[in-house]
């Protein structure tokens, strides 16, 4: 088997991984590139669609608009959180932070940016900027079943990255979903032609390059067999980068106590779906609240050793 990113064909690592989140159990056989350490499914099954299982999958939950002062309070709390302005914004996401937007500081974004969302789904996270005062967002996914468009303004095509012919963007994300395209040589080129001369692109995926994936191999459930086709490494994601042109300048991990519960869950034959999931029903899970208390705690300390089983990687155009 040939590696995807590197082109290696030498001392790959072959696994059997099964699908769980549905509980469907069937198997599907993935490897581990000896040169890059990427691991990435085989061969995509020719009916990959019939396990996104439509509107219920998680990405289309239906968002929730809140109105008078807890709207005012999460406009303040989310604006701090994407570009870290504000004492009173500050001051509410120490005390129910928002655990996605943080990651866009790193981006160097301000509520005038350009920001391009790839792969969004329903677009939570645009939605979000868009109502604390980013005018300047949009989102595209072409597997959304049609165009979205939302009362305050955001709308979310039905496209792919290459159907994208507007360029200039200050910020383009794929929160998540990298990890669910083929070509992902040509994504990043095509990301890399809309962007600025001085734009970021930020992929927020699950890593290989992690204490879960050592632990639990096959069990880990951000493997996500047959869904995420692959699973980078931090040597992958840079040989990625500079085959397309870029210069990855920050890694930062992200990880929280799912990695555990879930892979946990995966060892005794849970599916993330299943009634005795700790997704499902949290009070009819095998877990005590003070086992995922235990199991947030160290995922952070996981996060500071750059071992979490989830990362932001930053991409920058390497002459800016």
């Known amino acids: 088997m040939q590696c995807r990113i590197c082109s290696n064909q030498e001392k790959n690592t072959t696994y059997e991984a099964r699908e769980m989140m549905l509980g469907i159990r069937d198997m599907h056989t993935y490897f581990k590139c000896g040169e890059c350490g990427?691991?990435?499914?085989?061969?995509?099954?020719?009916?990959?669609?019939?396990?996104?299982?439509?509107?219920?999958?998680?990405s289309y939950d239906q968002i929730k608009t809140e109105t008078g002062l807890k709207k005012m309070l999460i406009t303040l709390r989310d604006r701090y959180a994407a570009t870290g302005q504000g004492f009173i914004g500050k001051l509410l996401q120490m005390k129910m932070p928002h655990d996605k937007l943080p990651r866009l500081q790193q981006a160097g974004v301000s509520v005038q940016s350009r920001i391009l969302d790839v792969g969004c789904g329903a677009g939570h996270l645009l939605h979000?900027?868009?109502?604390?005062?980013?005018?300047?967002?949009?989102?595209?996914?072409?597997?959304?079943?049609?165009?979205?468009?939302?009362?305050?303004?955001?709308?979310?095509?039905?496209k792919s990255i290459h159907e994208v012919t507007e360029g200039g963007w200050d910020l383009i994300m794929m929160n998540h979903s990298f990890e669910h395209v083929l070509d992902q040589h040509e994504t990043l080129t095509q990301i890399k032609k809309l962007?600025?001369?001085?734009?970021?692109?930020?992929?927020?995926?699950p890593t290989v390059s992690s204490w879960a994936w050592d632990h639990y191999?096959?069990?880990?459930?951000?493997?996500?067999?047959?869904?995420?086709?692959?699973?980078?490494?931090?040597?992958s994601m840079q040989y990625l980068a500079d085959k397309v042109g870029f210069e990855l300048r920050d890694t930062i991990y992200d990880s929280f106590a799912f990695?555990?519960?879930?892979?946990?869950?995966?060892?005794?034959?849970?599916?993330?779906?299943?009634?005795?999931?700790?997704?499902?029903?949290?009070?009819?899970?095998?877990?005590?609240?003070?086992?995922?208390?235990s199991y947030a705690i160290r995922s952070k300390a996981l996060n500071a050793e750059q071992q979490g089983d989830q990362a932001a990687f930053y991409l920058h155009n390497k002459s800016a």
């Open 195 to 205: 962007l600025s001369p001085n734009g970021v692109c930020m992929i927020r995926i």
């Open 217 to 235: 191999g096959v069990n880990w459930v951000q493997l996500d067999a047959p869904r995420h086709l692959f699973l980078h490494s931090q040597e």
């Open 128 to 158: 979000s900027l868009k109502e604390c005062g980013f005018e300047n967002t949009h989102g595209i996914d072409p597997f959304n079943a049609k165009k979205i468009e939302y009362a305050n303004g955001l709308t979310i095509e039905q």
């Open 38 to 58: 990427c691991l990435q499914i085989a061969n995509v099954p020719e009916n990959i669609q019939e396990y996104y299982p439509g509107d219920d999958y998680y």
């Open 259 to 293: 990695q555990y519960w879930g892979s946990e869950q995966y060892l005794k034959d849970i599916p993330l779906n299943d009634e005795r999931s700790y997704a499902v029903n949290p009070d009819k899970s095998i877990f005590s609240d003070h086992q995922i208390q």
